[in-house]
Each structure stands twice: as structure tokens, then as C-alpha cells.
């Protein structure tokens, strides 16, 4: 097996608990348009899904409205939502394990809002490359980002591993056959599964790091 050389991380659902935040943004655009809030499945939807896909989605029952709701979504400043998202706790004691040792990178389906979430958490410096939706031709499932950070680092596939949450994450990965970790879904059908960061570094992948630090 080849040395682990770069980590890449989800956003939502990994690094942070942001259902909460997901919730209170997409229903508050629903309530501009007089339209109730979102049902289970559509925060499901959001969750997983570029802002864009998300806003048809949870439109698509009122097509006369989705234009004006697009336009009405460019204009928010997202700083008030990120109150309600949370970040792992032990996110920075894992990133601090991994580096220098390994790159780390972000591939998201989030766009504009990532920047400022990393600067509002304090996380900005901590990865060497972010890659959100609006950096791709093909958002996830599609496997461009991926493709697009390992290009970036000289990486071979076999030299990373991806750290996601969903379905579309588990597409993501096995589009290139970059192994997965699960995080906090033990249903989701991956190489590995963890309920927190810090479990990962007593998988066999990261053997090498923990060797190296005795």
C-alpha cells in the first residue's frame, strides 16, 4: 500500500454539524416567497447538494418563483448562518496530527460561503487547497474535484483518501477509486468508518504518521 500523502476532507456533515445552519438559511429563503418550510427529505436534499441545485429543488413546486429566489439567494450575506454550524471538536487536533506530514483539501459542494466559514472558524491556513462547487464544471458526485487536487499536488489516487458523509461523497470517490472514510455514517459503504476524527488515526493508513511521531 502506498504512503498516505494527502487527506481530503467533505465540508457539511464532516467537518461540521451544519444541518442546523442548512435548515435556517434554505427556509428562510422559502419564507421570503410566502412557502412553508422544507420537509425531512428536502433538508436531506441541501445537505448533500450545491446551493444552486438546492434552491431549484426546493422550488421545483413553484417554478414561477425559482428566478426571483435565485436572485434573492446571490444577495444574502450568509455571515449571520454560520452561528448555527459547529465544528468537530477535535478537528484541529487532527489537522495538527496530519500536517506536515500530509497535504490536506477540501472538496465541497458549498460555494461562495466557504471562504468565510474557514475564516470564521479560524481554519483558512489549515489547507493547502479548497475546491467548491463554483471551481468545477461538474460539482460532485462528479469526480473533477478530486481530479483537480491530486493534479494539483502530483498525487497519485492510491496516495489519498477522501473523509465524507453520503452517498454523493461515496460516488465522488469511487468514480477514481480513492478509498473513503465514513464519517458518523456506519451505513455508508466505505473503506473505513469513524465517528470522529481522532479514530482515524488509529486506522492502518495513517500507520506511517504514528510510526514516524515515536
Known amino acids: 500500500m502506498a504512503s498516505l500523502k494527502l487527506v481530503v476532507f467533505d465540508c457539511d456533515g464532516v467537518m461540521f454539524d451544519s444541518k442546523n445552519a442548512n435548515r435556517v438559511y434554505y427556509n428562510h429563503i422559502r419564507a421570503a416567497f410566502d412557502r412553508p418550510p422544507m420537509d425531512e427529505d428536502e433538508l436531506e436534499y441541501v445537505h448533500m447538494h450545491h446551493v444552486m441545485d438546492s434552491i431549484r429543488h426546493i422550488f421545483r413546486a413553484y417554478p414561477a418563483d425559482l428566478e426571483r429566489a435565485e436572485a434573492y439567494r446571490q444577495s444574502l450575506d450568509y455571515t449571520p448562518y454560520l452561528q448555527h454550524m459547529n465544528m468537530e471538536p477535535d478537528l484541529p487536533e487532527f489537522l495538527d496530527f496530519l500536517r506536515p506530514a500530509c497535504k490536506t483539501a477540501i472538496s465541497t459542494n458549498r460555494t461562495s460561503t ?101
Request: charged share 30%; aromatic share 6%.
Open 114 to 214: 466557504m471562504g468565510p466559514v474557514l475564516r470564521m472558524f479560524a481554519l483558512a491556513d489549515r489547507f493547502d487547497k479548497v475546491v467548491t462547487a463554483i471551481d468545477v464544471a461538474r460539482p460532485k458526485p462528479d469526480p473533477e474535484a478530486l481530479e483537480q487536487i491530486l493534479a494539483h499536488f502530483a498525487c497519485r489516487v492510491d496516495e489519498a483518501v477522501y473523509i465524507g458523509d453520503s452517498m454523493v461523497d461515496r460516488e465522488h470517490t469511487e468514480a477514481l477509486g480513492m478509498r473513503l472514510i465514513a464519517f458518523k455514517n456506519p451505513a455508508l459503504p466505505a473503506e473505513y468508518h469513524v465517528r470522529s476524527f481522532m479514530e482515524i488515526t488509529r486506522l492502518p493508513i495513517l500507520a506511517e504518521i504514528v510510526k514516524g511521531r515515536r
